[in-house]
């Protein structure tokens, strides 16, 4: 039967890659966006300064901050990266989200198992990059690849994960095809960065797991996030074969507004092995780029499930402006 050998979870934001020098090129992104999802309100940038004037960040808008921040986040991706050379896995199952990359309102299904042969990753014009918002462009090349490539799928693990769920309470969408959007067919840039800067462009076989995180109103609840995990541990250990496994997550942590207090409480769930208390976070806390913790927490199922120990490599908030905006960013693995 297959082994899971690694479980590992990293952000996967834009400032990831972005020269810190050029992190505040999304405040304006952040000044015309008018409602911030942040503990269960919404507010404008300008509501958030007030609100978060006595949390005094200040002191994390500053050059030095951001150069020592950028810093720690590109040595925790290496460490990741060296972790997963060092483990070599035979295949990988990747948990991420789309953002009206592939999927749109006409079909946003609330969990797909990817099943074709060939993922593909597309390259955008620089036309459709200029069109992109604010601080978006610069970082398309952390997940996205200057020619065309094509990575391997594994239709059989797929398919053997399908019918485990569906056995198992989880009615999964299935796509052998990713549906057509704005870069073509092209895997969504969660997948996009394991590919490139975990796999440092030398892709292994991938089965892409999407869980619609973002958007309301077939979010999954984080109870059946980690239940799914759980599932799909049972179904990679059932699949008839002598591969090794790992089991990624991309996304998170929380953004594009910081909530610290969530962050740790997800972070010590994790490490902890506490179902409790990641699986009672108020729904409504998952919002915006914060849901993409639901990536996580099927992995932290899996992880739990299998007993195997998170080692967190870093937790590093990177603040870009006075109203407490930018990407909480979190890097850990399992083994
Ligand atoms: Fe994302």
Not at 37 to 55: H, I
Not at 232 to 255: M, N, Q, R
Request: hydrophobic share 40%; aromatic share 10%; proline share 8%.
């Amino acid at each position: 039967m297959a082994k899971i050998v690694l479980g590992m979870g990293t952000s996967h934001g834009p400032m990831l890659s972005t020269p810190p020098d050029k992190w505040d090129s999304r405040v304006p992104f952040d000044k015309a966006h008018k409602a911030h999802p942040f503990r269960g309100q919404t507010y404008s940038y300008d509501q958030l300064v007030d609100l978060r004037a006595s949390d005094d960040l200040a002191k994390e808008i500053t050059q030095d901050k951001w150069n020592a921040r950028y810093a720690a986040c590109r040595a925790a991706i290496t460490k990741l990266a060296d972790v997963y050379a060092q483990v070599k896995p035979d295949i990988a199952v990747i948990v991420g989200n789309d953002q009206k990359e592939v999927f749109t309102d006409k079909l946003m299904p609330a969990f797909t198992v990817f099943r074709g042969e060939t993922l593909l990753n597309v390259p955008m014009s620089d036309e459709q990059k200029s069109k992109l918002g604010p601080g978006v462009a610069i970082a398309t090349p952390g997940y996205m690849t200057p020619q065309l490539a094509q990575y391997p799928g594994v239709p059989d693990l797929a398919d053997h994960i399908t019918r485990h769920l569906m056995a198992n309470q989880f009615d999964v969408a299935v796509s052998s095809e990713l549906p057509e959007g704005p870069r073509g067919h092209g895997v969504p840039h969660a997948f996009g960065f394991i590919y490139r800067q975990i796999m440092r462009d030398q892709p292994i076989p991938t089965v892409p797991l999407f869980v619609n995180t973002f958007y309301p109103p077939n979010q999954p609840s984080a109870k059946r996030c980690f239940d799914f995990g759980a599932q799909l541990k049972s179904a990679i250990e059932s699949w008839p074969t002598d591969k090794t496994v790992a089991i990624f997550a991309s996304g998170g942590l929380t953004h594009f507004v910081i909530d610290e207090a969530l962050d740790q409480r997800v972070l010590a769930g994790m490490q902890a092995r506490d179902i409790e208390s990641l699986t009672t976070i108020p729904e409504n806390l998952f919002q915006d780029g914060t849901s993409e913790l639901k990536n996580w927490i099927p992995v932290a199922g899996a992880m739990t499930s299998l007993g195997l120990d998170m080692h967190l490599v870093d937790y590093v908030p990177c603040y870009r402006s006075p109203a407490g905006t930018g990407n909480a960013m979190g890097f850990a693995y399992w083994r």
